[in-house]
């Protein structure tokens, strides 16, 4: 699995809300997969397997506006065979291995987008930025791979 930025320890409180996935089938939904991901303040949503087991794992963004934490945020939960697994994982602009991006800190995560970018077979995790680059003045991605 390609090396990741750590992430930041922070505990989903239960009044911040959650996100479930709905299994799909050839007649529709098929009822709803065990396990939850991060809901309150969520901006996006995207789908992709980060790791390279075969099943879809759930990120997430949340821009500083919609959450407590100063910059926003993204988490990431796993999937497996039965669902989502495990505790989500949130990563900020502050977490160690993050770029640095000047000015545009606090929008990160106003938006999220998982696809394999640079062709090694792990979707990658592209993640938005709305406000200020030094360059730009407009914005900035993100992408971890």
């Known amino acids: 699995m390609p090396t990741s930025p750590s992430p930041t320890p922070r505990m989903t409180r239960p009044d911040e809300g959650i996100g479930v996935v709905y299994q799909g ?9 065990r396990g939850t ?45 039965g669902g989502l697994d495990g505790t989500p994982r ?10 640095k991006i000047s000015g545009a800190a606090r929008s990160f995560g106003s938006f ?11 979707a990658d995790v592209a993640v938005g930025a709305s406000e200020g680059i030094v360059q730009l003045g407009e914005g900035a991605v993100v992408v971890h791979n």
């Open 25 to 33: 089938s050839r007649a529709g939904l098929a009822g709803q997969a």
């Open 37 to 81: 991901f991060p809901g309150w303040g969520v901006r996006a949503v995207a789908v992709g397997d980060l790791d390279g087991d075969g099943y879809g794992d759930v990120v997430t963004s949340s821009a500083d506006d919609a959450i407590d934490d100063a910059g926003g945020s993204i988490s990431i939960t796993r999937g497996s065979a």
């Open 90 to 99: 949130f990563w900020t602009p502050a977490s160690p291995g993050m770029p």
């Open 112 to 122: 999220v987008a998982v696809g394999d970018v640079n062709g090694d077979g792990y």
